[in-house]
């Protein structure tokens, strides 16, 4: 079983905050990772990839990557209340994408 | 509009009465998998297909069968579908690279009584 954990939160910040979120992988072979942003009954949307050990950054957005510790997290800078949603880590292992469980994050306004 | 169509999107049925779920995309995708979604477990596999006539099962596929006839359709079966299997599905699709994304259909909620 290939696992991929993060902490469930909830996360609360308030409005103009940055949001921390933190995910961690067992599988040293993984290739690549993602990010994706759940609304309540909704289908998950894809907010970030990283591939490479390092930041990467897309406007509000900032991927942290380190496979040597097996790391990925994701920052949220000015964080709004519409950010409040789960924020889902997922891994692809080559043939299989594995998800952890999600962590909820509330932007108190 | 490139996308992912899941169908129904909404099911109630009863134990034991056979039931399809379609999947189709318009991206031209090889890779196509079926997830399910329960609260405090997360996102799990329960089948992909690598291609046509390829087909795998993930972490959970006991109750379920797929079918990959054709390129852009993935259909979910459920033959005697029981309580245990009130889900959220979720059908997704990506092209056949490390660094290609899932795309995601607007899911099914499955109720069986």
């Known amino acids: 079983q290939k696992e991929v954990e993060q902490n469930s939160g909830p996360l609360s910040v308030p409005e103009g905050a940055i949001a921390s979120l933190n995910c961690t992988y067992s599988d040293r072979g993984s290739q690549s990772f993602f990010w994706y942003r759940q609304y309540s009954g909704k289908s998950p949307e894809l907010i970030m990839s990283?591939?490479?050990?390092g930041d990467k950054e897309d406007g509000r957005f900032t991927a942290q990557l380190n496979k040597a510790s097996q790391y990925v997290s994701l920052l949220i800078r000015d964080s709004q209340p519409s950010d409040s949603a789960t924020y889902l880590c997922a891994v692809n292992t080559g043939n299989q994408f594995y998800f952890g469980t999600g962590t909820s994050l509330t932007v108190i306004p | 509009e490139a996308q992912v169509t899941q169908n129904p999107r909404y099911l109630i049925t009863v134990t034991g009465k056979k039931l399809t779920v379609t999947c189709s995309q318009n991206?031209?995708?090889?890779?196509m998998s079926w997830y399910r979604q329960d609260p405090g477990l997360g996102l799990r596999q329960i089948y992909y297909?690598?291609?046509?006539?390829?087909?795998d099962k993930g972490d959970v596929p006991e109750g379920y069968k797929v079918s990959r006839k054709e390129k852009r359709n993935f259909p979910l079966i459920l033959e005697s579908p029981s309580p245990n299997q009130t889900s959220l599905y979720f059908c997704?699709?990506?092209?056949?690279?490390?660094?290609?994304?899932?795309?995601f259909g607007n899911g099914t909620r499955l109720t069986v009584t």
């Open positions: 991206m031209n995708h090889e890779y």
């Open positions: 990283i591939y490479s050990n």
């Open positions: 297909s690598m291609n046509v006539e390829v087909t």
């Open positions: 997704a699709s990506s092209l056949p690279k490390f660094d290609s994304p899932l795309h």
